[in-house]
């Protein structure tokens, strides 16, 4: 009676190997996760930002162009609020404007406005003025500034 021998299975060099193989490879994606988690975040950031700088804009147009040109020292204007005539916003972590006092606050927003240019001509646009925002993370405390035209709205 004779036995058939069978070579149907690993051997141990092979399982060492293949292991070895998996764990250099799982090693090599764990390390790119902070990488990847950073653009995430930075992504994130970026778009939060421009929500901002966009509710910013907004919130300018519809006020009316005295009020920048002759700034009250203190108190709320909308959304802004007045330390010293300058005119400040606060925001949350997804861009949505929120109290100086909020548990949510993560955004502090800065504005400084130059004085309105006279424009030429004799359209309905006389003035335009330069607005400098200058937002800081008060959490990384990154800074950023963005710089835009405020034109006189006509009220």
Request: net charge negative; hydrophobic share 40%.
């Given at each position: ?9 690993f ?33 994130l ?6 929500r901002i ?32 005539g ?70």
């Amino acid at each position: 009676m004779t036995k058939n021998k069978s070579n149907n299975a690993f051997t141990l060099v092979e399982v060492t190997l293949a292991l070895g193989i998996m764990a250099f490879s799982l090693v090599a994606i764990l390390g790119l996760l902070p990488v990847a988690l950073h653009a995430v975040n930075s992504a994130l950031n970026l778009g939060v930002q421009a929500r901002i700088l966009q509710a910013t804009q907004t919130e300018l147009l519809s006020i009316p162009f005295s009020t920048w040109t002759s700034p009250p020292t203190t108190g709320h204007v909308g959304l802004f609020f007045f330390k010293n005539g300058t005119p400040y916003l606060f925001f949350d972590e997804n861009g949505i404007s929120c109290e100086e006092t909020d548990a949510q606050k993560r955004y502090d927003i800065i504005l400084e406005i130059s004085t309105p240019t006279a424009l030429p001509g004799g359209g309905e646009l006389k003035h335009m003025g330069t607005v400098q925002l200058t937002g800081s993370n008060v959490i990384t405390h990154r800074t950023y500034t963005n710089q835009f035209y405020l034109p006189d709205n006509g009220y």
